[in-house]
C-alpha cells in the first residue's frame, strides 16, 4: 500500500494559482498511475485528473481542462497539481489517489483508487 501525504492548499482570489503536491511512500510509486479528486461540502467526490505511471499520459475533467495541469516527477515520489485561473467552483477537499494500475484507463472512477491521501483544503475567493 501507498501512504500519500497532500500540500498547498490554501485561501486565494479567483484567477490566482496555487500548486498541489501529493508525497507518496511504501511500494513503488512509479509502479501507479495517480489521480486528483475534489469534494465540496455536499457534493460527490469528483475526478480532477489522472496521470500515467511514467508520466506520458494524462487526462482530464472537461471542467479543469486547459487551466490545470497534473504532473509527476518518480525520482521524488511526488505528483502535483497545477492549478491556474482558480475559480470560485473549484473550492473543494482535494485528495491525491493512487490507482490500482498504471495506465489511466477508468482514472475518473474512484473504484479504481487503492489508496488515498487526507486531502488539503483548497478555498478560492470571488
Known amino acids: 500500500q501507498v501512504q500519500l501525504i497532500e500540500s498547498g492548499g490554501g485561501l486565494v482570489q479567483a484567477g490566482d494559482s496555487l500548486r498541489l503536491s501529493c508525497a507518496a511512500s511504501?511500494?513503488?510509486?512509479?509502479?501507479?498511475?495517480m489521480g486528483w479528486f475534489r469534494q465540496a461540502p455536499g457534493l460527490e467526490r469528483e475526478f480532477v485528473a489522472a496521470?500515467?505511471?511514467?508520466?506520458?499520459?494524462?487526462v482530464y475533467a472537461d471542467s479543469v481542462k486547459g487551466r490545470f495541469t497534473i504532473s509527476r516527477d518518480n525520482a521524488k515520489n511526488t505528483v502535483y497539481l497545477q492549478m491556474n485561473s482558480l475559480k470560485p467552483e473549484d473550492t473543494a477537499v482535494y485528495y491525491c489517489?493512487?490507482?490500482?494500475?498504471?495506465?489511466?484507463?477508468?482514472?475518473?472512477?474512484?473504484?479504481?483508487?487503492?489508496?488515498w491521501g487526507q486531502g488539503t483544503q483548497v478555498t478560492v475567493s470571488s
Open positions: 489517489a493512487a490507482k490500482t494500475s498504471g495506465t489511466i484507463v477508468g482514472s475518473s472512477s474512484t473504484s479504481n483508487y487503492g489508496s
Open positions: 496521470i500515467s505511471w511514467g508520466g506520458g499520459n494524462t
Open positions: 511504501g511500494r513503488a510509486f512509479s509502479d501507479y498511475a
